[in-house]
């Protein structure tokens, strides 16, 4: 179980959404692969990708989705997000990036 390091809150892993559209749309629907890329409108490659968690879930795909399985882009979109967050930060201790300690930077005057 990952550790949220600014609020310190416990998190499971997040679960990729290709796994939930996998297990929780398509097998229930008693649907192939190629028979929900043709209801989607995408590939085949495009569709398996995704589900076999290869892939990241787009906007466009999420909508997709939303129209044919009635399942919320939102939702999605947010079981994404969740998902690269976590991704993230398992590889946090990689990313080599040190506090800036200089002198703020001016603001910006306003556009108008």
């Known amino acids: 179980?990952?550790?949220?390091?600014?609020?310190?809150?416990?998190?499971?892993?997040?679960?990729?959404?290709?796994?939930?559209?996998k297990h929780e749309i398509i097998e229930p629907l008693g649907l192939s692969v190629t028979s929900a890329a043709e209801v989607l409108g995408v590939t085949r490659a495009t569709l398996s990708t995704l589900l076999n968690e290869r892939a990241h879930l787009s906007s466009e795909m999420a909508l997709r989705i939303e129209k044919a399985f009635g399942v919320s882009m939102d939702t999605l979109m947010r079981m994404q997000n969740s998902y690269d967050i976590a991704q993230a930060r398992k590889r946090e201790g990689?990313?080599?990036?040190?506090p800036f300690k200089g002198k703020p930077l001016d603001p910006q005057p306003a556009m108008i």
Do not use: L, Q, S, Y
């Open 94 to 98: 990689e990313i080599k990036v040190a």
């Open 1 to 21: 179980m990952a550790m949220n390091a600014i609020t310190g809150i416990r998190m499971k892993n997040p679960a990729h959404p290709g796994g939930f559209i």
